[in-house]
């Protein structure tokens, strides 16, 4: 008899912690589990939205990701730093074109381009320039250039 009354407590007591794990509401029993069957639901579509995300970002992350690039203003032209996780032939020609485009000249470089590309460029308008540019019209000028080299690489 002591065990059927022991045995009941347990089954109290864990049917309470199911209650506040699941946030039920619930007092009898049949409520309780109820309540815990469609936590458990629940919880098993988030897992699968989750899963979801986890699997389209990993296809995007898998496409060609556009290259990371920052323009840093000096104080007589700008540091230009060019990050891809793909290297392609003529990428560099067409980055230099478009400096080249905007009046910089480039005063120093360091370039990689074995398994990605990598670019970090200080150029300073040229003389003949006739008016300033800022950063942003840099940035935007390199990003265009290498969306151009890219596309010719893929033709090729």
Do not use: W
Request: hydrophobic share 40%; charged share 25%; proline share 1%.
């Amino acid at each position: 008899m002591v065990s059927r009354e022991h045995e009941g407590a347990s089954l109290h007591e864990k049917l309470q912690l199911l209650r506040s794990i699941t946030n039920s509401h619930a007092l009898d029993q049949t409520s309780i589990i109820v309540d815990a069957s469609k936590y458990i639901e629940e919880l098993k579509e988030k897992v699968e939205r989750l899963n979801q995300g986890i699997t389209s970002a990993q296809s995007s992350s898998n496409q060609d990701p556009l290259p990371r690039v920052v323009v840093e203003k000096l104080e007589k032209g700008f540091v230009v730093k060019v990050y891809s996780a793909k290297s392609c032939r003529g990428l560099l020609v067409s980055i230099l074109e478009a400096f080249d485009g905007m009046s910089l000249n480039v005063l120093e470089a360091r370039v990689s381009c074995a398994d990605y590309f990598q670019l970090e460029a200080v150029g300073a308008q040229s003389e003949e320039a006739v008016e300033s540019i800022d950063a942003q019209v840099v940035r935007e000028a390199v990003l265009q250039a290498i969306k151009h080299g890219m596309a010719d690489s893929d033709q090729d």
